[in-house]
């Protein structure tokens, strides 16, 4: 040990000779260290609250969120309350292996709060829903299929039919079809007996994403096994997709209805919601009711 450091021992021996009893020169550091500990631990707490409440979100969340039934059942139901135009391609095959019909599309708005409504069809016919009547225009086929079955002809200067219609609003039934009943052989096509078909949905599954111009949404299958009115209470076997956007409402959807060897398929676009619709019943005097 050289002279240097020996003087810088006695230095330090010396001063710590002049320390009062008690005094800790590490003191300020120590408290330092242990208020950083606190503030660790306290941020780890934190954090942990934290981590903890989000997974318990999370799982709320998991637990608490519709089944894709109640998802389907509820669009079918939002949609069916308010105005809209839809558009539908129906298709039918008598029998498998055969050629079918050509197909017909089906244009039209309705407010079943209100129920009223109008629909167009591509072979030229009209249908008004309006005052719990549906009234259907007289074209040159019509015409003939009346005077070929009835035993009057029908009256001069008539140009619409008239048949007591179902309520647009009604509640969705099980005994509801894809189509309604023929109208003199006219396929009568009403898009809120799709929406009520959802609505009694057995089996429904999310298979993905939908979208469509100005929208997005998820896709689901569904089937419906729809019960016939009548004394033979025929089961109908109905399948098919909908899409149902972010407000869950229905976009498209696709259906297809088996009874025996005949196989109806109709593919809905709906758009517009909360449209408009302005629908008048034809002049009484051009008016004339259906027989039976």
């Known amino acids: 040990m050289n002279d240097t450091e020996e003087a810088v021992r006695r230095l330090f021996a010396a001063a710590s000779e002049d320390i009062p009893p008690g005094v800790n020169l590490l003191r300020g550091v120590q408290v330092r260290r242990r208020e950083r500990a606190v503030r660790v631990r306290a941020l780890l707490a934190t954090g942990m609250a934290g981590i903890v409440a989000a997974v318990a979100a ?3 969340s998991v637990s608490q969120a519709p089944s894709a ?11 069916a309350a308010q105005s809209y135009r839809a558009t539908v391609v129906v ?17 039209g708005e309705f407010e079943p709060a209100r129920d009223v409504g109008e629909e167009t069809t591509s072979q030229g016919f009209q249908v008004r829903f309006v005052g719990g009547y549906a009234y259907l225009s007289v074209t040159d086929a019509i015409r003939t299929v009346w005077d070929s ?24 039934s099980v005994e509801v079809t894809l189509l309604r009943a023929d109208l003199l052989g006219i396929g009568q096509f009403s898009p809120q007996d799709l929406l009520a078909l959802l609505e009694s949905a057995s089996q429904v599954r999310e298979v993905g994403s939908a ?73 009484a005097s051009e008016a004339v009711s259906m027989p039976g």
């Open 58 to 60: 999370i799982t709320l």
């Open 69 to 79: 039934l109640a998802q389907v059942t509820q669009a079918a139901s939002r949609t």
């Open 91 to 107: 298709t039918v095959v008598t029998a498998p292996g055969s050629a079918s019909t050509p197909p017909v599309t089906v244009s």
């Open 149 to 172: 079955t009835q035993t009057m002809p029908l009256p001069a200067g008539k140009s619409w039919l008239r048949a007591p219609a179902p309520r647009l609003s009604a509640d969705a």
């Open 211 to 283: 979208s469509g111009p100005g929208w997005t949404g998820s896709a689901y299958t569904f089937t419906a096994p729809t019960t016939l009115g009548g004394p033979l209470r025929i089961v109908v076997s109905t399948s098919g997709t909908v899409d149902v956007d972010q407000q869950g409402r229905v976009r498209q959807l696709d259906a297809t209805e088996t009874l025996g060897k005949t196989v109806r398929k109709a593919e809905m676009t709906f758009r517009d919601f909360g449209v408009p619709v302005s629908v008048s019943a034809p002049p």
